[in-house]
């Protein structure tokens, strides 16, 4: 295989990711469907993975083609490591910090190494971060009358403390979460004389996409936190920012994810107490 030729999902992301405004339409779709739904390349067949993606079959050989590959089975190996990969249990992913550990200074190796990757996507995002993006969300979240927070699985730690934050500063605001399955009446309380923050990342939570949808097609407004121009997110959003968060030993940090909701909480209180005070002066 040649070189140039992505050998791990991570590499073969970026490498879509870097040529998606080049890419042809359909292979585009493949493309965008690939990267959001990368346990069905690994284990579907050509037709059933075409017939999914709304594509024909050899759009997936050209897909590959166009990516260095000699056919989609190579791809798709691609995939299934990455399965691989992902679905390690918890237990082996403490195995492998032990072993760091002790291969190190012990804990304090654990210790280093979750600090190194929080601040390799601390340095990620301070110097990809579009200034006037955040400006836009900023903007568009501070004229909301209601708040909408929308995040499950990894990303609901963020979705809470922004919940959390906007609740300090006295900023109406509704956490979309509900022990007794009321989401969807909670969801259909938003207009578009609201906001919302959805946050996701590959593999993207199924509940937060259809929430999302709902909300879009509801007129509501949109800030998205995701991974990828290919995320669902993206698609229904106004404004959306891509976070890429590394990881330690398979655990993926949080760091970028909540620096960027720190300053778009933060941000949001300052622009209504600057207007605020602008129209009683």
């Known amino acids: 295989m040649d070189e140039r030729v992505p050998r791990d999902f991570e590499t073969l992301r970026a490498t879509i990711l870097d040529r998606r405004e080049t890419l042809p339409k359909r292979i585009a779709q493949i493309a965008a469907y690939a990267l959001d739904n990368p346990d069905d390349i690994a284990f579907g067949t050509a037709a059933s993975i075409a017939a999914s993606a709304g594509v024909q079959p050899s759009t997936l050989i050209r897909f590959a083609q166009q990516l260095g590959f000699d056919g989609f089975t190579s791809l798709q190996q691609v995939f299934r490591e990455r399965l691989r990969e992902r679905n390690s249990s918890y237990d082996e992913r403490l ?3 032990r072993a760091k550990a002790d291969a190190g200074a012990g804990h ?8 190194a990757a929080a601040s390799t996507s601390l340095n990620d995002i301070s110097r990809t971060l579009d200034e006037a993006h955040l400006e836009d969300a900023i ?4 004229k909301a009358e209601t708040i909408y927070v ?3 699985r990894r990303s609901y730690p963020v979705a809470s ?10 900023i109406r605001n509704q956490l979309i979460e509900s022990a007794a399955g009321l989401n969807a009446e909670m969801v259909a309380f938003a207009t578009p004389a609201d906001a919302v923050i959805a946050i996701s990342f590959s593999p993207y939570a199924p509940a937060t996409i259809e929430e ?9 407004p949109i800030v998205a936190i995701t991974d990828s121009s290919f995320s669902p ?3 229904f959003a106004r404004v959306w920012f891509e976070v890429a968060e590394a990881d330690f030993a398979g655990f993926r940090s949080l760091s970028a994810t909540m620096a960027l909701a720190m300053a ?8 209504r107490r600057s207007t605020s005070r602008k129209r009683k002066a």
């Open 95 to 97: 195995q492998a910090l």
């Open 108 to 115: 304090r190796a654990i210790f280093d190494g979750f600090v």
């Open 139 to 142: 903007s568009l979240l501070a």
């Open 150 to 152: 929308l995040a499950k």
């Open 161 to 170: 403390y922004i919940a959390y934050a906007l609740g300090k500063l006295k």
């Open 212 to 220: 999302a949808r709902t909300i879009s097609e509801q007129g509501v």
């Open 233 to 235: 997110l993206a698609q």
């Open 264 to 271: 778009l909480t933060v941000g949001v209180g300052e622009k």
